[in-house]
């Protein structure tokens, strides 16, 4: 699995709140119109300006706070192929992995906004293309890249039958 895209850089402690702005609450059953905010509590322009296949890189922590699943689900629906970061808040690890977000832990220091990158999940290898340098990151588990090749759990159970993981 290889993704292709742009990054847009962030820094440390991105919480569930910015990702997605508690004052638009009443959004969270209008996933969609949720997802034309994403971010833009820490990027104004981000939700207008974000591609299909784009990555999000941030720092430390990314996605402390609430473990609502909106915030993992609207960058999905975003267009963003994955989220780049030195660590993750653990519930927000586990809830990109649910809704078939890829989320990588990688030193995210070289990486600048507007660089073009392309992740091979299965080898654990982050290209920079802009810069011609490679990072390395821990390899997604089998188990993980199915899960995100069916879209999710909820696909992936769909699709099983059950949590199957051959």
Not at 89 to 98: E, L
């Amino acid at each position: 699995m290889i993704l292709k895209g742009k990054a847009w850089k962030f820094g440390d402690d991105i919480s569930t709140d910015l990702i997605a702005p508690g004052r638009l609450f009443h959004l969270r059953s209008n996933l969609p119109e949720l997802a034309k905010h994403v971010l833009e509590d820490a990027d104004p322009s981000f939700a207008q300006k974000v591609q299909k296949g784009d990555f999000v890189v941030g720092g430390k922590n990314f996605g402390l706070g609430s473990s609502r699943e909106h915030a993992p689900t609207i960058i999905k629906l975003a267009g963003v192929s994955a989220v780049l970061a030195k660590s993750f808040a653990r519930i927000f690890y586990r809830n990109s992995i649910n809704v078939g977000l890829p989320v990588l832990i990688c030193d995210t220091d070289k990486i600048d906004l507007g660089d073009q990158l392309e992740a091979d999940l299965e080898k654990g290898k982050i290209k920079d293309l802009t810069k011609n340098i490679i990072l390395d990151f821990t390899p997604l588990p089998g188990a993980m890249i199915k899960i995100l090749n069916d879209g999710g759990l909820v696909e992936h159970i769909k699709k099983h039958g059950d949590f199957k993981i051959d």
